[in-house]
Nanobody, 121 residues
Framework: QVQLVESGGGLVQAGGSLRLSCAASGSIFSIDFMGWYRQAPGKQRELVAS???????EYVDSVKGRFTISRDNNKNTMYLQMNSLKPEDTAVYYC???????????????WGQGTQVTVSS
């Protein structure tokens, strides 16, 4: 019954900020990769930011300096702080986690349901 639950999306003016959260719950042994993806209308889904269990993080060039990814391993929760938002950031944002369930010998990818971020000009 492992699942990811996202929150924090919404409508914001250009230049504003949003903070997305992705909480993993269920019978989890460990979480390795966690990342935020987004898909804009007519565009392919892209990896925006990722963070490993040791806190190593990477960002797509278009968000560097504006977005910050973080995770709280005790809470099995990942965050994406989005500042200086631009209209081109408008997309459905999805969280993904590579999780080893308690009952499994192999890691499994889990996806959140997606949350809409809309940045108006």
């Amino acid at each position: 019954q492992v699942q990811l639950v996202e929150s924090g999306g919404g409508l914001v003016q250009a230049g504003g900020s949003l903070r997305l959260s992705c909480a993993a719950s269920g019978s989890i042994f460990s979480i390795d990769f966690m990342g935020w993806y987004r898909q804009a209308p007519g565009k392919q889904r892209e990896l925006v930011a990722s963070i490993m269990a040791d806190d190593h993080s990477e960002y797509v060039d278009s968000v560097k300096g504006r977005f910050t990814i973080s995770r709280d391993n005790n809470k099995n929760t990942m965050y994406l702080q989005m500042n200086s938002l631009k209209p081109e950031d408008t997309a459905v944002y999805y969280c993904k986690a590579n999780i080893l369930p308690e009952s499994s010998y192999a890691y499994v990818d889990f996806w959140g349901q997606g949350t809409q971020v809309t940045v108006s000009s």
